[in-house]
């Protein structure tokens, strides 16, 4: 797993932050969204992401694995959640 490249990802306000995962995450494997092969549900339920930081409130760090890629989001200062991607994918194209 040395190879592998980070990508952070600030959330759009307007969406909902399972939804900008999945973007992150397509982002990151250079794929379009719709055309991508994972399936957030099979990793992670989506309506408890979204309710985790939908205050923006809480300070806190949610880490998972999914589609070849570490998972981080972060709450900024304000509360804000910032995506991390580490993609551990080996062959991008």
């Known amino acids: 797993m040395g190879d592998s ?3 952070y990802y600030e959330p759009d306000e307007d969406e909902e ?3 900008e995962v999945v973007t992150a995450v ?3 494997h250079d794929e379009d969204v719709l055309e991508q092969r994972w399936v957030i549900s099979e990793d992670i339920n989506a309506d408890a992401l979204d309710g985790l ?3 923006n409130n ?5 880490q998972f694995e999914a589609d070849t890629t570490t998972a981080t989001i972060i709450a900024d ?3 804000s959640p910032v995506i991390k991607i580490e993609s551990h994918r080996q062959d991008r194209s």
């Open 77 to 79: 200062r304000d509360g």
């Open 5 to 7: 490249r980070e990508f």
């Open 53 to 55: 930081f939908q205050e």
């Open 17 to 19: 932050l399972s939804t």
């Open 26 to 28: 397509a982002e990151a």
């Open 58 to 62: 809480l300070k806190m760090t949610l």
